[in-house]
């Protein structure tokens, strides 16, 4: 799978997704085939808020938002290739990867690989399916970061 990044030249964090990027191509190829397609955008809060208002109805900036390019339910994608769009806010990813204790680079990873589960059409509705989604995830971070941040992650 390509990852395509995508950030604007001041926003926070920048630098370091940008130094990421070999990573999130690494996470991204274990998920779907080559020839698919994720844009990956990293977005300040006030943009992160404004979709998490838009589109979730909830106040505040998201650490992660996941939009899946679908023809409509039940009909599939739009475009077998492109899976669909997922938005970062780093100033958040910073503030959940100090609370688990990990270095942020880690934690993005690990909302990437729950952003990219949802892409491929995992829930967590219940604890059976977010305990399934979680185990897809450690599988995807396995090799990419090392042991102990993986069980951080999880806690």
């Known amino acids: 799978m ?11 964090g920048r630098a370091r997704f ?10 991204a190829s274990r ?12 977005v300040g809060e006030r943009r992160m808020a404004e979709l998490n ?7 505040g900036a998201a650490e992660i938002l996941t939009f899946p390019y679908t023809a ?3 009909e599939g994608t739009a475009d ?5 769009e997922i938005f970062l806010c780093w100033k958040r990813l910073e503030v959940g990867a100090r609370r ?20 491929k059409g995992y829930r967590h509705h219940d604890a059976e399916s ?9 599988k995807l971070l396995h090799g990419l970061i090392p042991k102990d941040a993986i069980a951080r992650l999880f806690e």
């Open 130 to 138: 977010e305990s399934m989604m979680e185990e897809v995830e450690r």
């Open 31 to 42: 998920v779907a085939p080559a020839d698919s397609l994720v844009e990956v955008n990293l």
């Open 72 to 74: 409509g339910p039940g």
């Open 100 to 119: 688990r204790r990990v270095k942020p680079a880690h934690y993005m990873l690990r909302l990437l690989a729950h952003g990219l589960c949802h892409l």
């Open 53 to 59: 208002r838009i589109y979730r109805r909830r106040r």
């Open 2 to 12: 390509k990852a395509i990044l995508g950030s604007r030249p001041r926003v926070r």
């Open 18 to 27: 940008e130094e990421a990027a070999g990573l999130v191509e690494s996470l």
């Open 80 to 84: 077998e290739d492109a899976l669909g």
